[in-house]
């Protein structure tokens, strides 16, 4: 595997989903792998779960790990070619990526996308340009269009908890005060098209994903209709794709809660987290048995090791 950056990055599945059932079993096993090498991982924007588990995931192959918040750390990156840079930006990306080349063996990075720029965003600037300028395996920990990693191990927790072959899924839209990203919803949709379950995606008119993503997908604007036998409730907030970047609702009644979790099949309920409490699902759902959030963040570590390990052994 000679980069990471997308869902569509994973041609067999299931093959990912043992390795990561075996990795899980036995953490340390593979201790040897990254030895004498390097990652570093380049943050544009926080993180609590994507820097810890992929720092741990690095730890358990015995790859040293770098870490550098590049946005309030690193010089400012032009991006575009050809710029006349006499703005802020003081180095251009193409040094950078060669840069950090000579001194890891993976690079990792997270950049949020702009939510004002479809193009830009849609083109994944930051991580395409050092995908396209580093002479090592680039991974994405989260992108302006997708968060893969994230997916992975929400495959993983599926896989664990599910109770029938074929499960029910349903991605749920759930308010929020501020604009969030398409990438989670986007990682997911494009992740479940590979299982093998029931798959709905519930929102609000107005909050349609790229409809390139959702191609074959049941769409469905009524949530309670959509919830009726899940087994899995996926809540997510994203802002608008058509009216890109906006928050065109806030109907709390989309909150998940009680009244929703009830119509379901004795559903899990997943978040990527961070999760803003009675805002994306209440207090009683998020703290009841029900919840899987937890566990969920747990599969971070061996998602992000099943990537590590996959890159590691095609760099022998
Ligand atoms: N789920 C997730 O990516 O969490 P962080 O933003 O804390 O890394």
């Known amino acids: 595997m000679k980069k990471y950056t ?141 968060h893969p990693l994230q997916a992975l191990a929400d495959a993983l927790t599926i896989e664990e908890y599910k109770t029938s072959p074929k499960p029910k899924v349903v991605l749920s839209w759930a308010p929020h005060p501020k604009a969030l990203p398409q990438s989670v919803p986007n990682s997911f949709v494009k992740m479940m098209k590979k299982m093998n379950v029931d798959f709905i995606v519930t929102h609000p008119e107005g909050y349609e994903l790229n409809p390139k993503v959702t191609e074959g997908v049941r769409i469905e604007y009524n949530q309670e209709e959509a919830f009726k036998n899940a087994d899995f409730i996926y809540a997510k907030n994203w802002s608008s794709y058509k009216d890109y970047g906006k928050v065109v609702n806030r109907d709390s009644g989309w909150t998940v809660g009680k009244r929703q979790m009830d119509v379901t099949n004795n559903a899990k309920f997943m978040h990527c987290l961070p999760v803003r409490r009675n805002m994306i699902v209440t207090d009683e759902i998020l703290d009841s048995d029900a919840s899987i959030v937890i566990p969920e963040a747990h599969n971070r570590v061996y998602s992000a090791q099943v990537i590590l390990t996959k890159i590691l052994e095609s760099l022998k």
């Open 6 to 146: 997308s869902v569509d990055d994973i041609h067999n599945l299931d093959e990912f989903l043992q390795l990561a059932k075996k990795i899980k079993a036995n953490p340390l096993g593979n201790k040897e792998l990254g030895k004498n090498k390097t990652i570093g991982l380049l943050f544009f924007n926080p993180s609590l779960r994507t820097r810890l588990s992929t720092q741990k995931a690095a730890q358990n192959l015995g790859l040293n790990c770098m870490v550098m918040n590049l946005n309030t750390e690193g010089w400012t990156l032009e991006f575009e070619d050809g710029a006349v840079m006499d703005g802020s930006a003081s180095e251009h990306v193409k040094e950078a990526a060669q840069v950090v080349s000579q001194y890891c063996d993976i690079i990792a990075i997270r950049s949020f996308p702009t939510l004002t720029d479809k193009e830009k965003d849609e083109a994944e600037t930051v991580i395409s340009s050092f995908v396209k300028y580093a002479s090592v395996p680039v991974i994405s920990l989260e992108g302006a269009t997708e």
